[in-house]
């Protein structure tokens, strides 16, 4: 067997494992530094209860840098699928590692788009209030002004509401 199925099966067997391990437990893990393989994990600790401050480690140590989640499948595939907690969290932290606030407006953008139909106003709504817009390039913040699908994400959207009422 090869390096990486034997790893993969090794971390497979880990995380049906992990499922019914207690909430004391969980939260000890958080505590490590995994590597990257152990990333299937995240979705475990999003959901098992374990404090904010263990669970923004690892959210920091997995996701941390939103241009590698991007560049990998695995690791964007796994953020769209966490729980609204987890990214608003993740998101939240000063420790995120992003070369341009674009890309923190593009992970909401497509987080948002990830979601039922039902729930994308109000996940786009406590998302959006996230990033910040004065940041945004002039590129983003061109796009974002002409965008005048009302339905559609927009960052944009609370500073036009604020504008509005002047």
């Known amino acids: 067997?090869?390096?990486?199925?034997?790893?993969?099966?090794?971390?497979?067997?880990?995380?049906?494992?992990?499922?019914?391990?207690?909430?004391?437990?969980?939260?000890?893990?958080c505590q490590i530094t995994w590597p990257?393989?152990?990333?299937?994990?995240?979705?475990?600790?999003?959901?098992?209860?374990?404090?904010?401050?263990?669970l923004h480690?690892?959210?920091?140590?997995?996701?941390?840098n939103l241009e590698a989640v991007w560049?990998?499948?695995?690791?964007?595939?796994?953020?769209?699928?966490?729980?609204l907690t987890a990214v608003h969290l993740l998101l939240a932290s000063?420790?995120?590692?992003?070369?341009?606030?674009?890309t923190v407006m593009y992970t909401v953008a497509q987080y948002v788009t990830a979601q039922p139909k039902e729930q994308q106003q109000e996940v786009s709504k406590?998302?959006?209030?996230?990033?910040r817009a004065p940041q945004l390039s002039d590129f983003q913040l061109a796009a974002q002004a002409a965008n005048?699908?009302?339905?559609?994400?927009?960052?944009?959207?609370p500073y036009k509401l604020m504008l509005q009422s002047l």
């Not at 560049?71 to 729980?83: D, Q």
Request: glycine residues 4%; contains cysteine.
């Open 1 to 29: 067997m090869q390096l990486d199925s034997v790893l993969e099966h090794a971390v497979q067997l880990f995380i049906s494992s992990a499922k019914g391990l207690t909430k004391d437990t969980l939260q000890l893990l």
């Open 126 to 131: 406590r998302l959006s209030q996230l990033v």
């Open 36 to 54: 990257v393989c152990m990333s299937s994990l995240v979705p475990v600790f999003s959901t098992a209860g374990v404090s904010s401050d263990n």
């Open 148 to 157: 005048e699908d009302e339905t559609a994400f927009n960052v944009l959207q």
């Open 94 to 102: 000063d420790q995120l590692q992003v070369h341009s606030e674009d």
């Open 71 to 83: 560049a990998m499948e695995k690791l964007s595939s796994m953020l769209l699928k966490l729980p």
């Open 57 to 64: 480690r690892v959210l920091l140590t997995m996701l941390g």
